[in-house]
């Protein structure tokens, strides 16, 4: 092998790593920021910085960040509050454990539904209905802040944030 062919394929190495999250090029993919789409799920994101303040969006931002080890993270909040359809979204870089938190939450193994690519938990005492979906360099998590709502309408605003936000 030459000189240009080894460095051909460690470069190709570390663009993966980068990519999929994996060695020490890690810490760059979760160091970079996290873009909040404008639209998710045909809902507006909330922008106001009054109905931030009220819901404690930027508030729980800085301490996600805090405890994430200062890794990148966006709390976000889709619809309005008059309506019918809120939800609030987190989006974290880096890999959570999500079958841990899960079980962590005190979710009894029947309200824990796999859909599509989303793991969810239906609304159970005072956890919202809450769908989940993460890689190794993202994670996101979206919940709904109406009641009735089922984990068939959140999962699918979890993976569409979670492609949004890659």
């Known amino acids: 092998m030459t000189v240009a062919g080894a460095f051909v394929v460690l470069l190709a190495l570390a663009l993966l790593g980068y990519?999929?999250?994996?060695?020490p090029l890690n810490r760059l993919n979760t160091n970079r920021g996290i873009t909040?789409?404008?639209?998710l799920a045909g809902l507006d994101r909330i922008t106001d910085a009054d109905?931030?303040?009220?819901l404690q969006l930027d508030q729980t931002k800085q301490a996600l960040s805090r405890i994430n080890n200062g890794k990148q993270a966006t709390v976000?909040?889709?619809g309005n509050l008059d309506g019918n359809r809120?939800?609030?979204?987190?989006?974290l870089r880096g890999k959570v454990d999500i079958a841990k938190t899960v079980a962590d939450s005190g979710a009894s193994p029947d309200k824990v539904k796999t859909i599509g690519q989303a793991t969810c938990v239906e609304t159970t005492g005072n956890l919202p209905t809450q769908c989940y979906r993460g890689s190794n360099t993202l994670t996101v998590i979206a919940q709904s802040a109406n009641e009735g709502v089922t984990v068939d309408q959140v999962?699918?605003?979890?993976?569409?944030?979670?492609?949004a936000m890659k």
């Open 51 to 54: 109905i931030r303040n009220q």
């Open 36 to 39: 909040p789409p404008a639209k």
């Open 76 to 78: 976000e909040a889709y």
């Open 86 to 91: 809120l939800f609030v979204v987190i989006a």
């Open 19 to 23: 990519v999929w999250g994996l060695g």
């Open 155 to 163: 999962a699918p605003v979890a993976v569409e944030a979670f492609h």
